[in-house]
């Protein structure tokens, strides 16, 4: 409808938006990284709002247990996890759920 229209122009033309969330995702998918790299996991470097983390076979359920904390994360596959970027709060939520999951 129209309405949508109009705001998604309006969205897609605020430049200045479109920079500072780019700005965010970017340094908060680098300090995730971070937090990645003093867990010693691997992951598939990335531009893009999502990382993905080889989290190892032990953590087949990992989807499971994170539901459990209500963090949505569908369960690994071939060790491997596609996690998306969030907020740098959701972030650290994440990553702390991840540090105490594994051990």
């Known amino acids: 409808n129209n309405p ?3 705001a998604a122009l309006a969205a897609y033309n605020d430049q200045e938006f479109i920079i500072q969330s780019k700005q ?3 340094e908060v998918r680098r300090v995730f990284m971070n937090e990645l ?3 010693n996991l691997k992951y598939a470097p990335s531009d893009a709002n999502f990382l993905w983390v080889n989290v190892g076979t032990k953590m087949n359920d990992l989807g499971d247990k994170m539901r459990q904390r209500n963090i949505l994360l569908g369960n690994p596959r071939n060790e491997w996890a596609r996690i998306t970027i ?3 709060e959701e972030m650290k939520v994440f990553g702390k759920a991840l540090k105490e999951l594994r051990g």
Request: glycine share 8%; charged share 35%; no cysteine.
């Open 24 to 26: 965010k995702n970017d």
């Open 4 to 6: 949508s229209i109009q």
């Open 86 to 88: 969030g907020t740098a």
């Open 37 to 39: 790299d003093k867990m």
